[in-house]
């Protein structure tokens, strides 16, 4: 599934919302306190997620892609590997364009087409979300 959408603002400043999010993401998972630094393409790493009843799993984490304005990560887990992306593209020095996608992948075919059938379904709700939360990153860069 994927959203595109113009931004007015700084694309530094987006992108940095997004390194900061990351980068919390990763001091949490390893219980330290970490720079900027240490994001980079190829970085994996285990995060402990809870899910809707409840139950913890492991997720392994790896950053597929990071450099300016372009970032991608892959969530591995028993279901299988969640990737989502984010692409900004400079318009002219006031606006960019946001491309963000999300996808699902399973080793499992009945996970697959189960996926598939479901992400059809909720089409409308999921775009909703990532709207929803593309409209938080901008607030927090006009503020």
Do not use: C, W
Request: net charge neutral; proline share 1%; glycine share 4%.
């Amino acid at each position: 599934m994927e959203v595109k959408r113009i931004v007015h603002g700084d694309i530094k400043a987006y992108f940095k919302v997004l390194t900061d999010s990351l980068l919390s993401d990763y001091n949490a998972a390893m219980q330290a306190e970490y720079t900027s630094d240490v994001l980079k393409s190829g970085l994996t790493y285990q995060k402990k997620l809870r899910n809707s009843f409840g139950n913890e799993g492991t997720v392994s984490v790896s950053i597929d892609r990071f450099e300016e304005n372009h970032y991608a990560a892959s969530f591995k887990s028993a279901q299988g590997i969640n990737q989502l992306s984010y692409d900004l593209e400079p318009l002219d020095n006031q606006q960019f364009e946001v491309t963000y996608k999300e996808d699902f992948f399973s080793e499992s075919k009945s996970k697959s087409l189960n996926y598939s059938i479901m992400s059809k379904l909720y089409k409308r709700s999921s775009k909703k979300k990532m709207n929803l939360m593309l409209d938080a990153i901008e607030k927090m860069i006009q503020e």
